[in-house]
């Protein structure tokens, strides 16, 4: 957006939600919206709202529901119509995260054969997890495109630079930005990340 390059973005499954304005909704979806320059409403953005913050499809057990793959490329599909020269599709949970007894969130993005920005989580265990998750990617069949470093505790990881850095030299694709623990309200942070990622290399 601050680019000037119309954005639309969608989370199509998210588990961790609250009622605001009469229905169920997610903060990760709000600032996806937020940041967009599309006017979605908040039900294109997020069509599958559930309460519990757990893995998606116990969320979706314990209302009764079922997710599918198919049912979730629709709601992609529909976004994707969108006039945006870029659309940004969130996960929930991670690369091999269940949606049913059969599916994974990984079996969307290969049906809706999209790059992949990699989120690392930076604390204890990310190298691992950040390696095993790129190889995934790659077993798919479906591009690396760049990864991010997010900060999500208060105060720093032990040895958070020679992390990034050795993450830097291992992992296939490049580093996008550094984006630190953040304080303040949504659309601050929308402002404050915004400043931090360098999108170039995904055009």
């Known amino acids: 957006s601050a680019q000037g390059i119309s954005c639309c973005a969608i989370k199509p499954v998210a588990a961790g939600c609250e009622w605001v304005d009469g229905q169920m909704q997610n903060a990760d ?12 409403s908040y039900a294109q953005v997020n069509p599958v709202a559930l309460e519990l ?14 997710l599918q793959v198919a049912r979730l ?8 119509m969108q006039r945006s020269e870029v659309c940004v599709i969130e996960g929930a949970g991670g690369w091999r995260v269940p949606l049913n ?11 809706l ?6 989120v690392v989580a930076m604390r204890l265990g990310c190298l691992n997890h950040a ?21 999500m505790q208060p105060e720093d990881m032990p040895f958070l630079e ?3 850095a050795t993450l830097k030299q291992v992992l296939p694709a490049p ?10 309200d949504e659309s601050s942070k929308v402002e404050q990340v915004a400043g931090l990622l360098a999108l170039p290399a995904l055009k």
């Open 53 to 66: 913050a757990c893995a998606p499809h116990i969320a979706a057990k314990q209302e009764g529901r079922r």
């Open 101 to 111: 007894e059969r599916e994974l969130l990984s079996d969307l993005v290969k049906v």
């Open 113 to 118: 054969n999209a790059p992949v920005v990699l």
């Open 175 to 184: 580093c996008l930005g550094v984006v630190p623990h953040l304080q303040g």
């Open 131 to 151: 390696l095993l998750t790129a190889e995934a990617i790659a077993r798919d069949g479906l591009p690396l495109v760049g990864w991010v470093a997010n900060c």
């Open 73 to 80: 490329e629709g709601f992609c599909r529909g976004v994707l």
């Open 29 to 40: 979806a709000r600032l996806l919206r937020s940041a967009a320059t599309s006017s979605l």
């Open 162 to 164: 020679d992390n990034i």
